[in-house]
């Protein structure tokens, strides 16, 4: 069973502060999503990435697929309180095989 | 374009008692998938439809859950009956077709369910 395990799973710093959140798996995944979700909306896709090695930047978020496709990381400089929320993982394994990771809970306070 | 719309958005009952979620795609998007999320988890995957075909049910309770999708658009989940570990919030999400890579998820904002 593919299993996408999140650390930390809860994370709340102070605004301008560096932060990293990782996605880990044992499994090799064809393509991987970040999503980020807010209290009572569903998931908002961030990016996704499908080269191992593949570093992507979304204004102050930097998102980067391991080499062997089994990890991923996201990277946020100088947190804003805009950026509390869930953040999740989610990988393309076997054929049409989705699944969401563990979820990491962020709170940026002011 | 018109996002994923579910209805109702919030749900109390009682434990035994039954509840039906209804949740609309956006037009044209073939692949319909619910989800349950337990608060602060991340969504698991209840059935995942191509047009009006299960593609993965593994996952969903079937002596209780059950799922239609009408015509190959809007979708119906139904839980008959309900019990405590139900409570959650049931999110529907629509793509272009069944590869995440070509065509992403675009999720409803769900419905929370409470089952007391």
């Known amino acids: 069973t593919q299993l996408l395990e999140q650390s930390p799973q809860f994370l709340s710093i102070q605004e301008g502060e560096n932060l990293t959140v990782y996605c880990n798996s044992s499994?090799?995944?064809?393509?991987l999503q970040w999503y980020r979700q807010e209290p009572g909306e569903g998931p908002v896709l961030l990016v996704t990435v499908v080269t191992g090695g593949e570093v992507k930047k979304l204004k102050r978020l930097t998102f980067q697929f391991g080499d062997a496709r089994k990890d991923s990381s996201l990277h946020i400089t100088a947190a804003q309180p805009g950026d509390t929320g869930l953040y999740l993982c989610?990988?393309?394994?076997?054929?049409?095989?989705?699944?969401f990771g563990t979820g990491t809970r962020l709170k940026v306070l002011a | 374009e018109a996002g994923v719309a579910q209805s109702p958005r919030y749900k109390i009952i009682e434990k035994r008692q039954s509840v039906a979620f209804w949740c609309n795609p956006i037009s044209g998007h073939a692949t319909l998938y619910w989800y349950q999320q337990i608060l602060g988890q991340g969504p698991k995957l209840l059935i995942q439809f191509q047009n009006n075909g299960v593609v993965d049910d593994s996952q969903l309770p079937k002596d209780r859950f059950s799922a239609e999708r009408l015509k190959g658009v809007d979708s119906t989940l139904k839980i008959q009956p309900a019990k405590l570990e139900d409570s959650a919030v049931y999110l529907c999400a629509s793509s272009l077709g069944p590869s995440i890579f070509r065509s992403p998820l675009h999720f409803g904002n769900g419905t929370r369910l409470t089952v007391t």
């Open positions: 989610a990988g393309e394994g076997g054929t049409y095989k989705y699944i």
């Open positions: 499994s090799v995944f064809s393509s």
